[in-house]
């Protein structure tokens, strides 16, 4: 899964202003316990605004995308009995998806995906319209939203900070724990955030060393602070975060002996050199020191170093190291 601006930067606010009036819109009109007349609608949700035909047209073309998507908004009055001012609505039930319909990589990939979008990455303006009626009298229950409630599950407490400044292009800093443990201060300009194996990476340009680098926020040490203005740089147009997470070839290569039956990960990506009854040796391929210490220790005795020295060297500094701090 990864985040990035869409497109560049000239084409950024029609497009972002548009979903987000098409969110703002869903979700104001999901949450309504009654039905709001389009007078309301334009006066509550971000993005409406121009002439009356100018708004009357963009409301029938939002309409119609959510439709596209499944969304069916409702006509209703508020009284059957006279002819006044229609109002619009969309029932919970009928936006609920079935989820029997799905294959089990779609349901994996949706389950994936509303792991971050559950509410928190939208942002305060996305629930802007509901303060907006609240403020015109028209209650709404954001509680009862389905999939709407702000929750969210995050690998670190400052993500939304992350694609809020990835969307505005906002120089952020914060402090990262680098590979050898020493706290480093960063400023950068992020283009934009994936997850690869596991953990969730910010890309972006570094401010200091003027070039591309990768961030796990795992490894983040303090609070995410956004620094100066909104729109400050641009993200080069061949930038891809697929890229970035791409693994460099592993042109290094270390002998590995593993326990019978474990240490898959080990297993699947090294060959086999030669298997025992209760060994097995592998030539297992890296791309720095660091990185097959970590492989290694991840599996404690269930995986030992043969080569190269400077690897079992590492290893035992390491592990006196553990036994020095803990016993």
Known sequence: MYFRAVDVQQKVPTVSRKSERLVNLTIALL????????????????????EPEAME????????????????????????????EVGYRIRPDSYRCDIES????????????????KGAVLDTTALSALVKLKSLGIDSDVDSLPGLAPRITVPHDDFATVID???????????????????????????????????????????????????RLDRLDSRIELQ?????????????????????????SA????????????????????????????????????????????????AIIIEPQSARDSIQRSLSEIVKSHG
């Open 31 to 50: 949450a309504t316990k009654k039905w709001i007349p389009k007078s309301q609608i334009f006066s509550a949700v971000d993005g409406y605004e121009g």
């Open 57 to 84: 047209r963009m409301f029938e073309r939002d309409k119609d995308e959510l439709r596209k998507m499944g969304i069916v908004i409702e006509v209703g009055t508020f009284d059957p009995l006279f002819e006044n």
């Open 102 to 117: 799905l294959t089990a990589i779609e349901l994996a990939l949706i389950s994936q995906a509303t792991q971050v979008w």
């Open 165 to 215: 400044a990835i969307s505005n292009f906002t120089t952020i800093s914060f402090t990262y724990i680098a590979s050898d443990l020493g706290r480093q201060s960063r400023v950068i300009e992020p283009y934009g955030a994936g997850t690869k194996g596991g953990h969730w990476y910010v890309a972006g340009r570094d401010i200091e060393k003027n070039e591309l680098r990768l961030f």
């Open 228 to 252: 100066g203005k909104p729109n400050s740089y641009d993200i080069p147009s061949d930038f891809s975060m697929a890229n970035v997470l791409k693994s460099p070839e592993k042109k290094l």
């Open 255 to 302: 002998t590995l002996k593993i326990r019978r039956d474990k240490a898959h990960k080990l297993r699947s990506i090294g060959r086999v050199i030669e298997d025992g009854d209760e060994w097995t040796t592998l030539e297992y391929p890296y791309l720095r020191e660091s990185e097959l210490l970590e492989d290694v220790l991840w599996h404690l005795d269930d």
